[in-house]
Nanobody
């Protein structure tokens, strides 16, 4: 199973970016998917997660209303639309997959994921 994340970059505060993560080697439409991030000098943390069919989502409190997770099960891709970006959103963003998972509630836990992408850097300047 491979996850390829892309879409990171440098953006000014208040700007927007969309991250993408393409999954191969697994039945994507049976995977719970998540986005995590690791700010400079800090531990990796949960950002957002989405159920296998896209019907349920979870968000970390600080990103609610600004970041939105979605998926396209035809393109085997999960997205993270990031609006109203803040300097504190600066981090390496990782996508993660949990194959054959019908739930969504526990997708905030890093330990629940089996596969991880390589990370994409997002830098928000003030």
């Amino acid at each position: 199973v491979q996850l390829q994340a892309s879409g990171g970059g440098l953006v000014q505060a208040g700007g927007s970016l969309e991250l993408s993560c393409v999954v191969s080697g697994a039945a994507f439409d049976a995977c719970g998917m998540g986005w995590f991030r690791q700010p400079p000098g800090k531990e990796r943390e949960f950002v957002a997660a989405i159920s296998f069919d896209g019907s349920s989502t979870r968000y970390e409190d600080s990103v609610k209303g600004r970041l939105s997770i979605s998926r396209d099960n035809v393109k085997n891709t999960v997205y993270l639309q990031m609006n109203s970006l803040k300097p504190e959103d600066t981090a390496v963003y990782y996508c993660a997959a949990k194959p054959n998972y019908a739930g969504y509630y526990y997708l905030f836990r890093q330990s629940d994921y089996d596969y991880w992408g390589q990370g994409t850097q997002v830098t928000v300047s003030s």
